[in-house]
């Protein structure tokens, strides 16, 4: 499991990290599983429902991880995901227990 | 909730860059050309450039399909003759820019002269070669850059055909800006995809791809996602280095990165600087 | 002017903005003219790797909103069907100079030859149909060439122009008319709204669908796959249909207006001289020994090679015994005759060797025929 390296910027009291939400166009996904095992945050999951076509489209799992880095969007070779930034604010660092997963 | 229905409206970032009324695509499930495109779009989208002076031009292929899903003027023309085409386009009027996205075995091989003509000439195109190791759309036949011993349905015993090594094959012929990444790696893609872009003269990207469904499949390699893995764990960024040392060993590291990055008069410049110079005698 | 410079001169004088060509005798005068006038005349030129991609070059060219014209000679032309094809099925308006010469091959590339009649009509694989010319002297090589630019941009089709290199070396006195006195069709364009914009969609008048350059923002797409309206493969059966028909009757159905042809003391005549290109210029003089002879001989030229004038062959063959067809071939263009004459008349195919070019001997000897 990846660990998250949040240190605390310099001269600021708590780090601003962006926040994103993920939507999924199911109908395009051939279920390639790229988004889910290169999300950085692991956010996705495969889901066990099946689109019109067959596959198994991933869906969101932790989307409070989601920081709309945008690549699970890049690496869809289907053009199925895309993230969008909801709130960008100030938020807690994540407490230790959750980040080691 | 209501947040969630006000984005599900929302468009793809990319709606307006693909032919949405296209997709889906006729690519494979792990397939990595998608992610090319993806990659493509994502650098036009940076680079903010007039659209309408953008033209895609593809050959016959998997890859060659690339023309039919952006959203500029494209053309899918004929086996191997993409960059002859985009030749035709740059000079029938240079103010656009003429991108080419074709397969390994259009560009290196059945156009393998138009490849290291146009870089010889420096015609001023980008070409995005995106390298799969096989002829996929005719059944996974060998390649010219089919590495040594892989498996393909017509080399039953292993290939022993010396593979290409694309980069070098720029290079030497003159390309002024070679860089090669995988499907992975796609920032880095983009950002080379731009830079050439903005490259005047004839510049290669050359982008390896997982094909899931004869290289991977013939060769026992998994799927699409575990070539991503193989990937992930196996290429290596080196910059600058030199174009001799990248050919591709059978599930061996590849290396990327940035090799060249050179200036050359680009073909258009020097011709009308002769037509000025024939002009003024 | 020579042959070939009045080609260059006609490509010219039509607005031809490009020409792409691959060094290859004896097609290269024309070459030469056209590029010294570059400088004055706009336009552009490139010398690809090989005929394969100088069509292709002049295919991209055109659809920036030019008017393209490649040349070439022998195996050149063997290499362009590849997109003939593609030109076809894509509309491309592009004009092709073939010189032919002598032989298969490599064959005799000075001599002058007429094998790659057929060639132009079904060199490349799959269905269609093509316009293709053929001048007899230096005039009309810049005539036709005009002409051939002008057919291409009407019919949207890539216009074949077939001589060979004892005409391209011919001097004569041609007369170029005024610039403005020039009337060359003017490629129909599309005006409506960009989103609206369909590359295949017909005007059922003509068949001819509309065309846009790159760069306007239609956003267009075109393939050589079968397709739709759109310009979108699409892998069906009456799609195919839809596509091929269109593609063959624009041409099929319009013949009449595209064909070309000169014809002499053919009332009441027993015997006709079918002929075309430089073989032509002996067939002219041997119909007119013949009629000192007191054989009652016609002169018939193809100007337009293809389409072939199959209704006035049909009407000839009718009134006459016999079709006498000299060509530099062992009969291409006298199969077609055959067909058209349906049996009405005779059909003597007379190989017209390259040596005997300006020598009408066999001709009058094969008109002389007919009387015993």
């Not at chain 1, 604010?89 to 959750?98: C, L, M, N």
């Not at chain 3, 076809?88 to 094998?115: F, W």
């Not at chain 3, 049909?314 to 062992?330: D, H, S, T, Y």
Request: charged fraction near 25%; glycine fraction near 8%; proline fraction near 5%.
């Amino acid at each position: 499991m990846r660990i998250r390296n949040r240190e605390k910027p310099f001269g600021i009291e708590k780090p601003v990290t962006a926040r994103g939400q993920i939507v999924i166009i199911e109908d395009r996904c051939k279920g390639c599983g790229f988004c889910i095992e290169y999300c950085p945050n692991d956010v996705l999951r495969l889901s066990d429902k099946y689109n019109s076509k067959g596959y198994h489209p991933p869906y969101v799992a932790h989307e409070e991880e989601c920081v709309d880095c945008g690549f699970c969007q890049m690496n869809c070779p289907d053009f199925a995901i895309f993230s969008v930034e909801v709130e960008s604010g100030e938020r807690e660092p994540a407490p230790a227990e959750s980040v080691k997963r | 909730m209501e947040t969630i229905n006000t984005i599900q409206e929302q468009k793809h970032p990319m709606d307006d860059l693909l032919r949405m009324d296209r997709i889906p695509h006729i690519w494979c499930p792990g397939c990595g050309i998608g992610n090319a495109v993806s990659a493509f779009a994502e650098a036009l989208r940076k680079l903010e450039y007039d659209l309408d002076k953008v033209v895609v031009v593809s050959g016959i292929g998997c890859t060659g399909r690339v023309a039919g899903y952006i959203k500029t003027d494209s053309f899918h023309t004929t086996h191997g003759r993409a960059i002859a085409f985009a030749t035709g386009i740059k000079l029938g009027n240079p103010d656009l820019k003429v991108i080419v996205i074709s397969g390994d075995g259009d560009l290196v091989s059945i156009g393998g002269n138009h490849f290291v003509h146009a870089a010889r000439r420096n015609i001023d195109l980008t070409v995005i070669c995106v390298n799969n190791f096989i002829y996929a759309m005719t059944g996974g036949q060998v390649a010219p850059t089919t590495p040594i011993p892989a498996y393909t349905t017509t080399s039953p015993f292993g290939n022993f055909e010396a593979p290409a090594n694309v980069p070098q094959l720029a290079e030497a012929a003159g390309a002024v800006y070679v860089a090669r990444w995988t499907a992975l790696h796609m920032r880095r893609l983009a950002d080379s995809i731009v830079e050439a872009f903005n490259r005047p003269g004839f510049s290669v990207v050359e982008v390896i791809s997982p094909c899931a469904m004869y290289y991977s499949r013939i060769n026992k390699l998994g799927d699409g996602l575990d070539m991503m893995q193989f990937y992930y764990n196996n290429s290596i960024i080196r910059h600058g280095e030199s174009t001799d040392n990248l050919n591709i060993d059978y599930q061996k590291e590849i290396i990327v990165g940035k090799f060249v990055d050179r200036e050359r008069p680009a073909f258009s410049e020097s011709l009308n600087e002769w037509l000025r110079k024939d002009q003024v005698e | 002017m020579s042959g070939y410079e009045a080609c260059a001169e006609g490509a010219l004088a039509a607005g031809c903005g490009f020409l792409g060509y691959t060094p290859i005798q004896p097609s290269f005068g024309i070459v030469r003219r056209f590029i010294t006038r570059c400088a004055e005349t706009g336009a552009t030129f490139v010398q690809m790797e090989d005929e394969i991609s100088s069509l292709a070059a002049v295919l991209g060219a055109v659809w920036t909103g030019r008017k393209a014209l490649t040349v070439t000679s022998g195996q050149g032309f063997a290499q362009m069907m590849e997109h003939i094809g593609l030109g076809v099925m894509l509309e491309t308006p592009c004009v092709i100079v073939n010189v032919m010469h002598d032989g298969a091959s490599e064959g005799i590339p000075s001599m002058p030859g007429g094998g790659d009649v057929m060639q132009a009509r079904w060199g490349s694989h799959g269905d269609y149909e093509i316009i293709a010319l053929a001048p007899n002297s230096p005039q009309e090589m810049f005539d036709l060439t005009v002409e051939a630019f002008s057919l291409s941009e009407r019919y949207r089709t890539p216009v074949v122009i077939l001589f060979d290199p004892v005409l391209g070396r011919m001097k004569d006195s041609v007369n170029i008319p005024e610039a403005a006195k020039i009337r060359v069709e003017k490629r129909k364009y599309y005006k409506g709204p960009k989103d609206g914009y369909l590359p295949y969609k017909y005007d059922e008048k003509d068949l001819i669908p509309s065309m846009v350059d790159i760069s306007q923002g239609y956003r267009f797409h075109v393939t050589g796959l079968t397709h739709d309206e759109k310009g979108y493969p699409v892998m069906n059966d009456e799609c195919q249909e839809w596509n091929v028909h269109r593609l063959v009757n624009k041409i099929r159905l319009f013949a009449d207006k595209i064909v070309r042809m000169e014809e002499k003391y053919l009332e009441e005549a027993d015997v006709a001289v079918v002929s075309y290109g430089v073989v032509s210029r002996d067939a002219l003089t041997a119909v007119e020994a013949a009629r000192k002879e007191g054989i009652k001989a016609g002169y018939f030229r193809l100007q337009t090679v293809w389409p072939f004038p199959e209704k006035r062959i049909a009407e000839i063959a009718a009134g006459i015994k016999r079709f006498v067809v000299p060509e530099i071939n062992f009969g291409q263009i006298s199969l077609e005759v055959e067909r058209c004459s349906r049996g009405r008349a005779g059909v003597d195919a007379v190989y017209h060797a390259a040596r005997e070019v300006g020598k009408p001997g066999s001709i009058l000897k094969a008109i002389q025929k007919t009387n015993k």
